[in-house]
């Protein structure tokens, strides 16, 4: 069983910067892909970013390229999501998930956090 523990959302103005975190318990997920998700109210959740198990590669929606960034350190079990510049369509409750493989796979994600809200506002 894997455990996943969201933190770092907030309210934020336009033009600001967060940095999210995912804290996994559990399994280690070092030979796992990991993503970001985000769902605003009334739509359907859409894919933000996700980093394969080593780090080296990442995979960005097109909405956030050039201003958002995803991390992981596996010693610490942990993922991060610096999002810069950021834009009040980039509301939403953002949910941290490892994937079943060790890259990204849209229909791969096989355990979820309880998400962290972000709000961009002025």
């Known amino acids: 069983q894997v455990q996943l523990v969201e933190s770092g959302g907030g309210l934020v103005q336009p033009g600001g910067s967060l940095r999210l975190s995912c804290a996994a318990s559990?399994?280690?997920?070092?030979?796992?892909?990991l993503g970001w998700f985000r769902q605003a109210p009334g739509k359907d959740r859409e894919f933000v970013a996700a980093i394969s198990y080593s780090g080296a590669d990442t995979y960005y929606a097109d909405s956030v390229k050039g201003r958002f960034s995803i991390s992981r350190d596996n010693e610490k079990n942990t993922v991060h999501l610096q999002m810069n510049s950021l834009k009040p369509e980039d509301t939403g409750m953002y949910y941290c998930?490892?994937?079943?493989?060790?890259?990204?796979?849209?229909?791969?994600?096989?355990?979820w956090g309880q998400g962290t809200q972000v709000t961009v506002s002025s």
């Open positions: 559990g399994r280690t997920f070092s030979t796992n892909a």
């Open positions: 998930a490892r994937n079943g493989g060790p890259f990204h796979r849209i229909g791969g994600y096989d355990f």
